[in-house]
């Protein structure tokens, strides 16, 4: 393992955004905390410089093993990625064993994008793959593979029509769901959008269940075991032949897979060791984590142990809707969920001072609130609030009324987000006022620097012209009809977004850039893809990657 790995290490326990961790972490208790402390002597590493996050492979001693059996190839994991891979090998001929360690399937993301689709020709979208892949670069400053940028701008549109059609197949509509009625005027700003997403659904809304593909996984005959747990990858010399699970029954068992085994197990979001250790600046923008529960980077270690490298630049995926209590700062513990947090309104810091363009991609606010006092905000808005939601003409699952193509919005309405709002009204983190000095006052920030800000942003707005930040006319909405509201806000996490770094042929690649013969990664486990943002303004950019270059790791691992 390179040396860079276990410098890693070193980020553990330094700083308050590692002692707020294991709070911030939802079903984690204080875990991440205390292990961060504890780590703070050894920077973070144990006595033989190997992190303390990634630990010792385990040993697990032949007289234990229950059995052997052998496939083909062997999925680990059944969430997004893993389903078309397992469905895909099948296609192709191989013998297939899918395993998962919960109880049933994580389901299908609800939004999968695409590039070239027959629904966005059907839509007149057209979307040149080299403006969206220079787009999504700027994002990583390049610190990314491009050749996979470029893979799944060109290979994702079979990917999800292939899905497309399983599903209609089976009886669901399938849509664009992120059409764009955006002038060019209007994209020339901060927050460009792309009309990637796609969805399939049910009863007007979008469909996040695997009963399409573990359906059409089954008939292809794919053998799909749950409640099974991976515990480490097997090499044959220098090439990975299968692997260590334990069943559903807790016994060891050994796969051997012929042609490869595929890793999908969903990154480390629930993971507070390897979060407070590779992540630590990510710990401080957000409160709430909604990781898929058995995303503890289970599939990330079994790699590495296997001789695979890491992403040098760790990335998770933050949306801008988690609110506190006005007695919280961000890092501390919060449920709830402000589903309008992602509107551009006006937003101050705990001074009562704006300080960054709010129409901006869902992340942007809280990386600038990472230089703010409690790297926390406030998000105003007055009475008239529903119509500005409609002027905004925000995308993606930002979204709370139809797309202009009529297709349903791929989360939560407007009448949703109301019931939200009054939520966190009845429970004091959403606060009210006649005024804005009372607002002020019951945010816990200074009233009259607030009011002052009040003041310049109406004044700007009545101009259509924000000279402090540039925000876009159309995005500009007042403060000056009570009652007006506020919310302190920070993010919530839903993944991590680095892994293994990974060849086009979706293979893990070692510390020296080379592939490790018979592993393939998927999913959030794997990396090469994403870099110090995720582009949330290409809506389903991650599940349409997921899906499409699962796919493509079944395909090239059955037909090795």
Not at 146 to 166: H, I
Not at 221 to 236: A, F, P
Not at 411 to 428: D, F, H, K, R, V
Not at 474 to 493: A, C, E, K, N
Request: glycine content about 12%; some cysteine.
């Amino acid at each position: 393992m390179r040396e860079t790995i276990s410098r890693r290490g070193f980020l553990a326990g330094t700083g308050a955004a590692a002692v707020l961790a294991g709070a911030a972490l939802s079903g984690c208790g204080n875990q991440a905390a205390q292990s961060a402390s504890g780590d703070a002597g050894q920077a973070g590493k144990t006595s033989d410089s190997t992190p303390s996050w990634l630990g010792a492979e385990p040993e697990i001693a032949e007289k234990d093993i229950a059995g052997t059996e052998s496939c083909d190839v062997l999925v680990i994991g059944c969430g997004t990625s893993g389903l078309f891979a397992a469905c895909s090998a099948a296609e192709n001929g191989a013998k297939v064993i899918a395993v998962e360690k919960g109880a049933a399937g994580v389901g299908i993301r609800g939004t999968l994008g695409s590039v070239g689709t027959k629904w966005q020709a059907e839509n007149g979208t057209d979307i040149k793959a080299t403006d969206i892949c220079h787009d999504i670069a700027r994002y990583s400053a390049s610190s990314v593979n491009g050749a996979l940028t470029r893979l799944w701008a060109t290979e994702s549109a079979e990917t999800v029509e292939w899905y497309g059609d399983l599903c209609v197949k089976a009886g669901r509509e399938f849509v664009l769901c992120s059409d764009n009625d955006l002038s060019d005027e209007e994209q020339s700003g901060f927050y460009r959008h792309w009309a990637t997403g796609h969805a399939a659904v049910v009863d007007g809304k979008t469909a996040e269940d695997d009963a399409v593909l573990t359906n059409y996984a089954t008939e292809q005959g794919v053998d799909l075991r749950y409640s099974t747990e991976m515990i480490k990858l097997v090499k044959d010399g220098d090439r990975v032949s299968g692997a260590i699970i334990k069943d559903s029954e807790g016994a060891f068992k050994q796969i051997d897979a012929a042609k490869g085994v595929i890793v999908c197990t969903g990154g480390y979001a629930q993971n507070p060791d390897m979060l407070s250790a590779l992540q630590p600046d990510t710990l401080r923008i957000f409160s709430f984590n909604s990781g898929m529960p058995n995303a503890i980077g289970s599939g990330i270690k079994a790699c590495i142990w296997a001789g695979a490298d890491f992403d040098s630049t760790h990335t998770s995926m933050l949306f801008d809707r988690c609110p506190l209590r006005p007695d919280q700062i961000a890092g501390e513990p919060s449920d709830g969920m402000f589903w309008m947090g992602s509107q551009p309104w006006l937003k101050v810091n705990l001074e009562g001072n704006r300080f960054a363009d709010e129409s901006a991609p869902y992340d942007f606010i809280l990386h600038a609130s990472a230089t703010q006092p409690g790297h926390t905000y406030c998000t105003i808005f007055d009475s008239n609030y529903v119509d500005y939601i409609y002027q905004f003409k925000t995308q993606g699952c930002s979204r709370m009324f139809p797309f202009e193509n009529g297709a349903p919005v791929s989360a939560i309405t407007l009448e949703m987000a109301q019931g939200m709002n009054q939520g966190l009204l009845e429970s004091g983190m959403m606060q009210q006022a006649d005024t804005v000095e009372e607002l002020a006052d019951k945010l816990h920030i200074p009233s009259d620097a607030f009011a002052a800000t009040v003041k310049r942003y109406n004044a700007m707005v009545a101009a259509g012209d924000d000279r402090d930040f540039g925000k876009e006319a159309f995005r500009l909405s007042p403060v000056d009809t009570p009652p007006f509201y506020g919310i302190r806000q920070t993010g919530y996490m839903l993944c991590t977004m680095d892994g293994i770094p990974i060849d086009t042929d979706m293979r893990a690649l070692d510390p020296d850039g080379k592939p490790i013969e018979g592993l393939f990664v998927g999913g959030n486990d794997s990396g090469s893809f994403f870099s110090h943002s995720y582009p949330d303004l290409v809506p389903g950019l991650a599940a349409g990657r997921s899906a499409t270059f699962g796919r493509r790791a079944g395909r090239i691992a059955a037909t090795a």
